[in-house]
């Protein structure tokens, strides 16, 4: 009988060199520079500087044919999934379709994306259409027609979405089409022609998003992908209400979040789980195999020191071995098993990627330096037979002694005991591993293997790798899926015991043990569904926190408060310390006990009255006040390591702030601390507390750094005017630390997030001041800015404002002008003129200033003549024609409804309109 497995160890493996390969077309020249990559099934194919696309097979990897183009250096490659088309953008913005024949020729090119960089290029499964993403948020579609011939009858290519941001991801699964942008994902029903966003929080930076089907899935009832019809239209964004359910059988989406964050997402787009890898992720990084790859150097780099939880940014993912997760940043390579909700392992020996491909259970990788490599994850029994295939005896033999320690947890009879007593090798390497190989190949079927949680399965069929292609030989039995082993099953059920008999027996764990939670087969080993039973029982237990919070009311005495408060907190450590060792569920555990807490927090301080707030005697409520309103609003600002938020990128009102100032107004003299505490983790509210003191005439130097992390306009037109001059030396050494984008407290660099154009916006902070305080004061802060900081740069639209509020002032006006041209007010604006109005304008200012005037300011600016406007489209319902055709303005302009709809008036006399047809 064979020893039963553990659990089955996993490997990246460079066993082949590909690059010098790769490079053979164009060793002989210096000018010609690969600059993109992709690989199929079948190919691998090179983009060059030169516009011409190299074509290779991948197994083996050798250099078929040159395709010679013209079209300017390629930027983007991807083969179609039956593999007879490929795909090419370049960056002057083309996008070129090619058809891989015996003789391969150009069939299509668009122009709908030139001169804008296109980020991602993604095929539909049927290889009949190409999804285009470019860097302003733009997706088109390109379709490939059958009776495409040298470029005649092409299908013209249709804009789908304008989005918010550049486009990081394409990813397409019949019939959906998933996006990734700088901001947000969404998903797209390319059949209903509709998309709707995934989530409701935004983020900022480069994160991917991909579908994962398991290799077992299928997709029945599906939708099928319209190709009798090749025609496109814009899609429409909808809600999560109306989106159309698709079959429960449809794969997952994984979206990645800031923070070592995957959310799992429904095909419909409804975010069902969060999960978070930063804990996951301390453990020491895996060392490629190599040919060359010793046992001393693999050790060390395993062994050498505890590695810290990471926060990292998955900027693209991809599905690998067609059961995985894989992503690559600039740290290194990340390989995910979104089963379990754990990390399998990452890898850093590569820093400077710059883009990767995926063909089954090999990643293809391009470095910044234009070298190619190609990386396999496979366990160490799939490596060591693959090896043996090969005939690569020496580095099959090496593979043994550099995995000692793991093979010997696999295989640990006699024979292969035996190996490793050899102390010179022997010639016949192949004869040394013959009883290793038969035991590794007998094993596949008939060794049984042992899961986590002490159940045997004998003959499994579901741990495999499905990887026909891959290395040319079939892969051997991989991993198990890791559940709770029966030791901590014991350990857990002992832990709750405990729990029980310091408790009330009246306690909410009764009912867990009542129905048999840990309940145990007749051999000791757990029921496979014990995970899927603490699921619900932590769901049911969490009723009771639930059921606490909703009995919070208006009016409640402050026993009474007292005592719910006690209650909750009590039962939520209870919970916490009992399911604080469930093994494979503590991102599960984590999101559901947060999401009580969070519903606690709002039921509390929705009940929350001034009276009470006035009136608060007890000093543990009061101090339970200020930890909801952190809790529930600290988490919308980013952190740096020391713990003090990062600047605010943008200003988001914090929930219940009535409740906030009232607090305030009331406890600013008498609880400084838990004032300043609040602002340091909800940095908005410095604009509440700052003002209380300044009134109060408090000192202002340990609020100094604080309220310049935060580079708020607003908060600091309320302290900079407020300085004395000891206070201004403080600012001066502060703004050399800002100018080096460093934080204020630990001096750590910030993210490239924030690295800002401008790092204080004086202007901005002038306008806050004139608009609060008038056009004096205003000025009167920029002589003591002139005389502090000399030469300090300003946007002249500000001294404008300044004048023209100050003659609006001395006519009893008392309102502020902003002449500035981001002002977000203004942006949101447009300009409609007409072609006469517009030149006798021009006219008149032309005599009055006595020089040129360019007409196209008066179709670009934020005003009509004294009258702002914001309409819903840039085209007129009745001819679908622009509402800035001249012909159609003529003397009669544009007429602009209530609703935000306008027409061409000479269009509403036409059709005899005198309301908007667009409403019954």
């Not at 988001?652 to 609040?678: H, M, Q, R, W």
């Amino acid at each position: 009988m064979y020893p039963v497995a553990p659990d089955v160890f996993y490997i990246l493996s460079e066993c082949e060199d590909i690059n010098s390969i790769l490079y053979k077309p164009i060793n002989s020249t210096q000018r010609i520079k690969y600059t993109c990559f992709n690989a199929s099934p079948n190919y691998i194919i090179l983009g060059s500087s030169s516009g011409s696309v190299y074509l290779f097979s991948r197994e083996p990897c050798l250099f078929l044919q040159i395709i010679p183009l013209s079209e300017g250096m390629v930027s983007h490659l991807a083969i179609s999934p039956d593999e007879k088309t490929v795909a090419l953008a370049t960056t002057r913005g083309t996008v070129c379709l090619v058809s891989l024949k015996s003789t391969p020729q150009l069939i299509s090119i668009s122009t709908e994306h030139m001169y804008k960089q296109i980020t991602c290029i993604c095929w539909n499964n049927n290889s009949t259409e190409l999804y285009i993403g470019d860097a302003i948020g733009r997706v088109s579609v390109m379709m490939l027609s059958i009776f495409t011939v040298n470029g005649m009858f092409q299908t013209p290519v249709c804009t789908l979405m304008n989005l918010d941001s550049s486009i990081v991801q394409l990813n397409f699964l019949s019939p959906l089409l998933l996006v990734s942008t700088l901001a947000r994902s969404y998903v797209c029903d390319t059949v209903q022609e509709q998309y709707k966003q995934i989530g409701n929080k935004s983020r900022n930076g480069e994160f991917g998003a991909c579908f994962y089907m398991h290799e077992n899935n299928t997709l029945k009832g599906q939708r099928e992908e319209r190709n009798t019809d090749n025609t496109r239209s814009a899609f429409n964004l909808i809600s999560d209400n109306d989106i159309n359910i698709l079959s429960e059988n449809h794969s997952k989406i994984f979206c990645a979040r800031p923070g070592s964050r995957l959310w799992e997402v429904s095909a419909d787009g409804i975010v069902e789980k969060t999960h978070q890898f930063k804990e996951a992720l301390a453990i020491p990084p895996t060392v490629i195999f190599r040919s060359n790859s010793t046992l001393e150097s693999s050790q060390k780099k395993e062994t050498e020191c505890e590695w810290a939880p990471q926060s990292v940014n998955f900027s693209h993912l991809f599905v690998l071995a067609h059961k995985y997760l894989f992503s690559y940043t600039t740290s290194g390579l990340y390989v995910i098993d979104p089963t379990n909700a754990s990390m399998l392992l990452w890898n850093n020996e590569y820093t400077n990627i710059s883009m990767t491909a995926i063909v089954d259970n090999q990643i293809y990788l391009m470095t910044c330096d234009n070298k190619f490599h190609c990386i396999a994850l496979s366990s160490l029994d799939n490596l060591i037979l693959w090896l043996y295939c090969r005939e690569r005896y020496r580095e099959c033999l090496n593979a043994c002694f550099v995995y000692k320690q793991q093979l010997l947890k696999i295989i640990g009879t006699t024979e292969i005991v035996e190996l490793f007593k050899v102390k010179n090798l022997p010639q016949d390497e192949k004869e040394l591993l013959r009883p290793l190989i038969t035991l590794l190949q007998a094993s596949d079927n008939n060794r049984p293997a042992k899961l986590n949680s002490g159940i045997v399965v004998v003959h499994s069929e579901n741990n495999r790798f499905v990887n026909k292609k891959t290395y040319g030989c079939k892969m051997t039995p991989s991993s198990q899926s890791p559940e709770i082993s029966s030791d901590d099953s014991f350990e857990m059920q002992n832990f709750a015991q405990e729990n029980i008999s310091e408790t009330n027996p009246e306690n909410l764990f009764d009912s867990i043990y009542n129905g048999k939670m840990l309940d145990t087969k007749e051999d000791g080993h757990q029921n496979p569904d014990f995970q899927e039973n603490i699921t619900h029982k932590i769901q049911s237990d969490l009723q009771s926190i639930y059921e606490l919070a909703n009995s919070f009311r208006p009016g409640m005495l402050e026993k009474e408060i007292e005592e719910i408060i006690l209650g909750t907190d009590k039962r939520m450590k209870t919970i916490k310390d009992f399911y604080r060792d469930s093994l494979g569920l503590q991102s599960f555990i984590y999101e559901v006990t947060r999401a009580a807490e969070l519903h606690y927090y709002n039921m509390f301080l929705e009940n929350t009255s001034m009276q009470l707030i006035d009136s608060i005697g007890n000093n543990y409520i009061l101090r339970h006040f200020v930890r909801a309103f952190i809790e529930i609003n600290a988490p919308a600002y980013f952190r740096c390591s020391c713990d003090y938020p990062y600047p605010m990128d943008k200003t988001v009102e914090p929930k219940f702030l009535t409740v906030g100032e009232s607090f305030f107004k009331i406890y600013a003299d008498d609880l400084p601390k838990e004032c300043s505490n609040i602002c340091d983790k909800v940095p908005y509210m410095w604009r509440v507390y700052l003002p209380i003191r300044i009134e109060g005439r408090s000192a202002l130097d340990d609020l100094l750094r604080q309220c310049l992390q935060t580079r708020d306009n607003v908060v600091l037109s309320f302290l900079l005017p407020a300085l004395n001059d000891q206070q201004w030396n403080c600012v001066g050494t502060c703004l050399s630390e800002i100018e080096d984008n460093t934080c204020l407290f630990c001096a750590t660099p910030l993210a490239k997030k924030f690295d800002y154009d401008v790092l204080i916006d004086w202007s901005g902070i002038v306008r806050e001041i004139m608009k609060r305080e008038g056009p004096d004061e205003a000025m009167t802060f920029l002589i003591k800015l002139e005389d502090t900081i000399p030469n300090l740069d300003l946007d002249k639209s500000i001294f404008h404002s300044i004048i023209f509020t100050k003659m609006l002032h001395r006519q009893g006006l008392k309102k502020s002008i902003d002449f500035s041209k981001i002002n977000p007010l203004s942006s949101k604006f447009g300009t409609i003129c007409s072609s006469q109005i517009r030149d006798q304008l021009s006219k008149v200012l032309e005599k009055d200033l006595r020089r040129s005037i360019n007409k196209n300011v008066f179709g670009t600016g934020a005003h009509h003549w004294g009258m702002r406007h914001q309409i819903k489209s840039l085209t007129c319902p009745g001819c679908t024609l622009s509402l800035q055709t001249p012909v159609l303005l003529g003397n009669n302009g544009i007429a602009i409804f209530r609703c935000g709809h306008a027409y061409h008036v000479n269009c509403m006399i036409e059709r005899k309109l005198t309301r908007c047809n667009l409403h019954q």
